[in-house]
């Protein structure tokens, strides 16, 4: 089923485009990839599907039908969250807490529901045993990986991320992707992913939708790319 429809979408920053004519439908429930050189709008795209930006012409349209009573919630996990500094006053175990008050609203209290489902999402991703530390103490791998639990603990239907396994290893890389692989399979989430780990990534995703340049200098989805996923457990390397 649709999720979101973009038709002949236009936008730009100056007086030029940087995106034009971008056509493209997300199903419910696959594994996307975004993929382009640097200066490919990746990011650009990303925000007109959140609604972030608004198209000069065209139209971005998000089918809430199909997700049902639930509604949309959407789990966001910006690029650059290496840059929280060395005096973020948070606790990873609060950071990734504050993903539930979404879910929770305004008068029910935080209980033992979320409290494991906390201990869940770190434990997926990895950094449950650093659940005491300070955000700003830790690696840029490492608060990616919060950062991800925080999206997760907000029990999205749709996540987004933008380059989210920045400062990862390898083999984290690769535990992060079959973690992913694992929300879609089972969960029935669907998550739209910019990555330029292509080759590491390709395996675990439905589709990939590259973003190409023409000569004008405007980026413009030319291929979009069925996978053949296969993946193993849904286990987050330590």
């Known amino acids: 089923m649709i999720l979101s429809s973009i038709r002949n979408v236009v936008f730009g920053y100056g007086e030029a485009p940087v995106l034009n004519g971008i056509s493209l439908e997300i199903h419910a429930g696959e594994f996307v990839g975004i993929t382009g050189p640097n200066g490919a709008a990746k990011t650009t795209l990303l925000k007109l599907m959140l609604g972030l930006l608004k198209p000069w012409r065209g139209e971005v349209v998000i089918h809430k039908e199909t997700l049902g009573d639930r509604g949309l919630k959407i789990g966001y996990v910006p690029q650059q969250v290496a840059s929280f500094n060395s005096g973020f006053p948070s606790t990873v175990l ?8 979404s879910r929770l609203g305004l008068f029910k209290r935080f209980g033992s529901e979320e409290e494991a ?19 700003g103490e830790l690696s840029g791998g490492q608060k990616q990986r ?12 749709v996540l987004i991320l933008d380059e989210p396994a920045t400062g990862m290893d390898r083999e984290s890389r ?3 992707y079959r973690l992913m692989r694992h929300y879609v399979d089972e969960h029935g989430i669907t998550v739209i992913m910019v ?4 080759e590491e990534a390709q395996p675990f995703l439905d589709r990939i939708i590259s973003l190409e340049q023409k000569e004008s200098e405007e980026w413009t989805c030319l291929t979009t790319s069925s996978c053949s996923a296969r993946f193993g457990p849904a286990l987050f390397s330590e």
């Open 94 to 101: 609060e950071l990734v807490k504050s993903g539930c008050y």
């Open 117 to 135: 489902l906390v201990e869940r999402c770190l434990k997926q991703v990895g950094m449950w045993e650093y659940r005491h530390r300070k955000i």
């Open 146 to 157: 919060v950062c991800i639990a925080r999206a997760l603990a907000g029990e999205p239907n």
């Open 174 to 176: 690769g535990g992060f």
């Open 195 to 198: 990555t330029h780990g292509l």
